[in-house]
């Protein structure tokens, strides 16, 4: 379990699956930037039985509140084949608990673990452009904007522009 101040970052327990499952493909609690393609429950039900939703090239972990109950998900992935670097995909499920600054906690935390424990030099996060709670977690979480990614993602029956925004290792390691 990662620990932070008012949030932490754990793997899914096999009793909240059901729970879980239902939170992803709530099309409400999506938001209007996310993507809405359901994810077969079958399929999660099978990778969390293969592996926890935990590999080497990606893993999911549940953000959960100091009384242990899922307010949404973060985790990383493998950008390219041929590269260590990881992205940082989160959402934040109940509207209610937006702009709190769980989000931004969640990316800090996975950030901080990734660098201490992983032979990574370069994390990256992709948003819609218009999603700015997303631009504003990966500033204040140390991230650089680096461009525009064009017609990048299809979000409810159109492409949409994404930016790209990334933190190096030496840049990690200037601001601890």
């Known amino acids: ?73 973060i985790s990383h992935f493998l950008t390219f084949h041929y590269s260590s670097a990881r992205e940082l995909g989160f959402s934040v499920f109940a509207q209610a608990n937006r702009k709190k600054g769980i ?9 901080q673990y990734l660098f201490e424990n992983y032979p990574i030099n370069r994390i990256q996060i992709c948003m819609p452009t218009e999603h700015k709670a997303s631009e504003k977690v990966a500033i204040k979480c140390g991230y650089t904007k680096e461009g525009v990614l064009r017609g990048s993602i299809f979000v409810r029956g159109q492409f949409i522009n994404t930016y790209i925004y990334s933190i190096l290792r030496s840049e990690y390691e200037r601001t601890r």
């Open 103 to 111: 989000a931004t906690e969640a990316v800090g935390l996975l950030t």
């Open 1 to 73: 379990m990662l620990k932070g101040k008012e949030i932490s970052l754990r793997h899914v327990r096999a009793a909240e699956l059901e729970q879980l499952i239902e939170l992803i493909n709530h099309s409400e609690l999506k938001g209007e930037y996310a993507r809405s393609l359901l994810k077969s429950p079958a399929s999660l039900k099978r990778e969390f039985e293969l592996n926890n939703f935990s590999t080497e090239n990606n893993e999911m972990f549940a953000i959960v509140n100091q009384e242990n109950h899922i307010l949404g998900v």
